[in-house]
């Protein structure tokens, strides 16, 4: 029977379960953006503590966010309960498909639900922020590419995380590794404005989540200054390419004692 | 046809936890932090047998199962399935056997009906041959009204009924269980022995491991009895129990040391061998009836106290204390 059979089988199974907790992902995902909206690029241009053009800047970043933190989230969590108390994923590993398709099934579906919670974002910004100066849609295969990869680089990302972290030190995970990307990845200013601070200019680099946040904005924003987004392009492919091997490894280590 | 099973000279070593301390190995010599789970296994299984592995907790049941479902990679040895190579073709192995896990791992996302259709998909059967087979064998587990429940609405005798469901939809050549009756209720277990003698009946391979000696008896047509990574005996359970030494196990528990009362134990008429460890005394003897008042004679001569005494007739457990020296639970 085909490999390919038994992996569109394992991604409907994803679907229709992603599909049942819609709503509860939903929450998950845009509960953090949504508020971020709702404070920075709605009350405070409105208290005038932020100027009017704030929006364009946050709305590329809210959308980064959003879309790696759903990428991660959805293949890490389930992972390690599935590796940990429910054993869950002893059904796929013992179903005749080999095991680094089962791993990249698990990618395939976290970079779905990574674009779609992007997909989302993008009007919801529209409806709290109002119109937002300077966003272009006409580039949506662009768009849509720079999801792509940034959906890949955080769903193998998650891949990584999901076998390297225990149960027990997903709080910790959180707080020390979650927490600083995304205060750091260029998400709520552009890394232009970081040459204020030159070495954190230069130190944010190592953080994935700056070339999401930089390459949407040479996607949607391109008034505001932004990294070149071939070269987020490449960075995000980069950081696919070792975490996918860093993370096939871990799930190797997971999969078979 | 090849075995259904095939082993030869299997050995597993796992990276010892780095916390834990070790009793410095004994005749085994081995390099330090490793666990030896494997040491040269070898069996051999024909196809349509009711095989069972019998062994405590930590003799390499599990490894064994666990090799030979491609869930856990040797460190040295082969292992056939079905004549192919479990390291080699993992997937086509997987395609040709059902797995019972020790503790049910149902998919907690879906319902009892969804979890076999998705399972049968992901071995390659159409959503109307899965149905049709989900829908019998759900019936004849008697967890057919149970079809649309979600997964954690069911028992723990339900799940397990489930997991064998599962296990057999893709119509595997053989099926392994790995401790299938544990946390089961008497009556879920009787129910579940007759569910595996029925599988047998039609003619399935199947290899069961336990730790029950009156379950591998009672279903088992031949046994394997491993202890430490290793096979101490492999044989129909009739001709096990005839290996047994002796007709009955006197363990006598005494106030102290045991070591001089053994040798006078030896010298009773009728006893075949005697153990010790420590203060317990273990005895294997012809007539038990008539040894024991001696034994007790003799024990207590050398100025010790006995303070327990049990009789066992011969049993695969009496074989099993013969050849490990421990009983089973």
């Not at chain 1, 005038?48 to 990428?71: D, E, F, I, K, N």
């Not at chain 1, 779609?116 to 937002?132: E, K, N, Q, T």
């Not at chain 2, 089961?184 to 000696?213: F, K, N, S």
């Not at chain 2, 001709?239 to 009362?261: H, M, N, V, W």
Request: aromatic share 6%; with cysteine.
């Amino acid at each position: 029977m085909p490999a390919s059979d038994v992996f569109v089988a394992m991604l409907r199974r994803d679907l229709r379960v992603a599909r049942r907790e819609i709503g509860f992902t939903l929450v998950r995902t845009l509960m953090q953006p949504t508020l971020l909206m709702v404070v920075f690029g709605y009350l405070l241009p409105k208290m005038q503590l932020m100027p009017q053009a704030y929006r364009t800047t946050l709305l590329p970043g809210v959308l980064a966010v959003s879309l790696a933190l759903s990428a991660v989230q959805s293949v890490a969590l389930p992972m390690v309960a599935s590796f940990g108390a429910t054993r869950e994923i002893e059904d796929r590993l013992l179903a005749p498909l080999p095991t680094h398709l089962v791993a990249l099934e698990l990618v395939v579906v976290g970079v779905i639900q990574g674009i779609v919670a992007g997909l989302v974002v993008l009007p919801l910004g529209r409806v709290i922020m109002g119109s937002i100066p300077g966003l272009t849609l006409g580039s949506f295969g662009e768009t849509l590419g720079m999801m792509v990869l940034a959906a890949a680089a955080f769903s193998t990302l998650g891949l990584w995380l999901g076998c390297a972290v225990n149960v027990n030190q997903i709080g910790l995970m959180f707080s020390f590794v979650v927490a600083p990307m995304l205060f750091f990845g260029c998400a709520y200013y552009p890394w232009d404005g970081l040459k204020v601070v030159p070495w954190l200019q230069l130190a944010v680099l190592i953080n994935p989540l700056v070339y999401v946040s930089e390459g949407m904005r040479g996607v949607l924003t391109p008034s505001v200054p932004h990294m070149d987004p071939a070269w987020a392009a490449l960075a995000l492919l980069a950081v696919t390419l070792v975490a996918w091997w860093r993370g096939l490894k871990a799930f190797y280590g997971k999969a078979v004692g | 046809m090849p075995p259904a099973i095939e082993t030869r000279a299997l050995r597993k070593t796992y990276p010892a936890p780095p916390t834990r301390h070790r009793v410095a190995g004994g005749a085994n010599s081995r390099p330090p932090g490793e666990i030896l789970a494997l040491d040269g296994l070898d069996l051999e299984i024909q196809p349509g047998e009711f095989f069972g592995l019998l062994g405590p907790n930590g003799a390499g049941k599990t490894t064994t199962i666990g090799i030979l479902t491609t869930r856990v990679r040797a460190t040295s040895g082969v292992a056939f399935v079905d004549g192919v190579d479990v390291r080699q073709h993992g997937a086509l192995v997987r395609s040709r056997i059902g797995v019972v896990p020790q503790r049910p791992n149902p998919d907690l996302g879906l319902t009892v009906l969804e979890n076999l259709t998705f399972h049968g998909a992901y071995f390659g059967l159409s959503r109307g041959v899965a149905l049709e087979r989900a829908g019998r064998l759900l019936e004849r587990l008697g967890i057919s009204d149970r079809a649309d429940a979600k997964v954690d609405e069911l028992s723990g005798g339900q799940q397990q009924r489930l997991m064998i469901a599962r296990a057999l939809l893709h119509e595997p050549r053989v099926i392994f269980l790995d401790e299938p009756t544990v946390g089961l209720d008497p009556q879920a277990r009787l129910a579940l022995w007759e569910i595996l003698r029925a599988l047998h009946a039609d003619g399935r391979t199947i290899v069961m491991t336990t730790h029950y000696m009156q379950e591998a008896d009672q279903l088992c047509q031949r046994l394997a009895i491993i202890d430490t990574g290793r096979l101490l005996a492999c044989d129909t359970p009739a001709a096990l129990k005839a290996q047994a030494p002796g007709d009955t196990l006197i363990d006598l528990q005494l106030d102290a040391s045991a070591d001089a009362a053994a040798a006078a134990c030896r010298a009773v008429p009728g006893i075949g061998r005697v153990d010790v460890t420590g203060a317990d005394l273990r005895a294997f003897c012809s007539r038990g009836g008539e040894a024991l008042p001696a034994l007790i004679r003799a024990a207590e001569g050398t100025g010790r106290t006995v303070r327990n005494i049990n009789l066992d007739k011969p049993s695969l457990e009496t074989l099993f204390v013969a050849l490990t020296g421990r009983r089973l639970d």
